[in-house]
């Protein structure tokens, strides 16, 4: 460190964010897959009797309608229209256009439920679910209650199973014309709303009886946790979107209905022409042609080697599109999430293997539909995808089969061997004093999530025999990654300023309210769509005449910038910096407000922030710039600062740390 005066300076008042603290955002998905005896099944007819039954025809785009609950009304104004106007439609239109399906050709009817959800196929009339004696008089959807107009006309039976009939007679125009695919969608504040910051729920409800595809589905969002923030909709959007796909078909409850190519089901049916139920989790058994379980028997952890039982699903898209992903040609297939409850199990793709696919159980950072997901949803023999819809998952691409087979540690070690990066995982541990980096994609600032927790983690999960900085070695057992569903691995994430459980703002480059506020913009950071991520170089500096403060909290911030002539130009308090080559240390000295800011930013190569120019980084050399030239210097009375000047300690009315320092 080169400052002249660095030395001379009698304390450090180092501030540690003020009383702002730092979370990692995790909404976890609290999808609950329905019982099989909740869902209703219901014969559509097609009018083109010819077509056989199992001959499909995939060629349309899906059609979804939505239908609102009396209590989406309810919702204040604003949520609503973000709702209604925003977030629904974009939601919807993104499936429709991203999934095509064999059109219904009639509307869709609703099956009347029956008293304690005993429906029965009589053998003259086998199409239809009959109630015995009545059905209720309320059919809901989730939540909601199925308009009556809906509804199929209701047909019962004796206790005897004979004498089936239908009660009255449904109207000409029931149902819900021109859709494949019907939304309840209500806003209530339920007990499921409460649990881990719920943001939304859904599930489907009904079957159409010949393709078993659900036809019919609702969504609950929890009015309380709507937020109408712009640096909110993008996560609100995603998961309404994730929601949608649960009821499309991503769900645990539908895999024993898939169907390969020909419309065949992978999972016969058992005697009685229905599917067996798993009693653990109530739901039909589907056969290992869809989901398998493998074992892996070398798992290694801090202990040794220890097995993992893993689930995965193996239908040839998927698997075709997983082995591409991580270029691993014997990965049998993509690994289901094997943590967190019922509405997490087995119904989310696997967090340490997928990290941000927006299809894993838990929201943490920039979301993507990956074409893994789309595989998914064309096997299920349902849809056909449309693939240039997907959006592109950077985690663990192209890292190969060490990356998808073996436990984090035994990767993290290879690649220490090897000399190679870590990432996507990390090891500096998330502790005070912050230090942030860039994330991959220099999209936002970023904290390691390796913390330390007040118990020991279960030996399957303790990934490090060795972590800088923590010397008593009992204590390794305690640290591992925030974010249980990676199993634990810790990894580079995004983050949420927190003061008083209220977010205050994101980490993310790209949006202007993410900016600090003035008074605590140290590092000289401007937030908007044309930022990116900076790593600084040292902690920083600001000094007035009769003060200094330096800031505890460093590593990273977004900084504006242009690809201007094959080069970086950042914009720094209003003046512009050119970064010549890789890794260039930029010192910033600049007067903002009467505080001179002091710190030191690096270069990013220019093929990383600027993929449409020709770039001219030189070989690391001097600076031929003329940063040098943008220095502000602070003046004190008649005379510039002076290095040996005694600084004066301003008493802060938040919370800080006082050192003593003397070198
Ligand atoms: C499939 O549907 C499309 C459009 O509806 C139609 O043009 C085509 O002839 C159909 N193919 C078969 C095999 O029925
Ligand atoms: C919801 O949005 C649709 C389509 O944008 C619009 O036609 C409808 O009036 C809106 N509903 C309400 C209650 O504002
Ligand atoms: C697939 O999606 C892309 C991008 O939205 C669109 O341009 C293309 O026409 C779609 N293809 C089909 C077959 O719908
Ligand atoms: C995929 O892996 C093979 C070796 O297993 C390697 O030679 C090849 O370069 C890899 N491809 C990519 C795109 O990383
Ligand atoms: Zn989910």
Redesign the pocket.
Known sequence: MNHDFYYLILFYILLINFNLFIVTVGHICNHIPPKQKEIGFVHLESKSHNRKQRDINISN?LRIKVHYDSSAFELPRDKFNVINNTILPQALDYWQ?AL?VTPLETPIIISRKCPNHEVLFPPKNPKHQHCIEKCEPKTTCGEVVVPEEHLDVCRVCNKEFANCHDVGKRPKDAGVKDADFVFYISAIQTERCQKGATVAYAAHCQQESQTERPIAGHANLCPRSISTKPQDLATLLSTVKHEILHALGFSISLYAYFRDKKGIPLTPKGKNGRHEVNKELSVPEWSEKVVRKIKRDKWLVRSGYMTKDIHMVVTPRVVEEVRNHFNCSKLEGAELEDQGEDGTILTHWEKRVFENEAMTGTHTQSPVYSRITLAFMEDTGWYKP?Y??AQPLEWGKNLGCDFAMKSCKEWIDKRRRDGKSIHPFCEKVKEEPLETECNDARDAVALCNLRRYDVNLPPLYQNFDSIKGVGQKFLLDRYGGSVSLADYCPYIQEFTWKSKDVVVRGSQCQFVENSPPQDKNFALESYGPNSRCFNHKEKWEERACSQSRHWQHWGSGCYKYECVDGKIHLEIANLTYVCDYKDQEIKIQRLVNGWLHMGTIICPSCDELCPNSICRDLIKTKTVSDNENKKDYLQCGSHYYQANQTVILVHLIFFYYFYSYWR
Request: charged share 15%; no cysteine; net charge positive.
């Open positions: 785009n256009k095509q449309n240039s819809m």
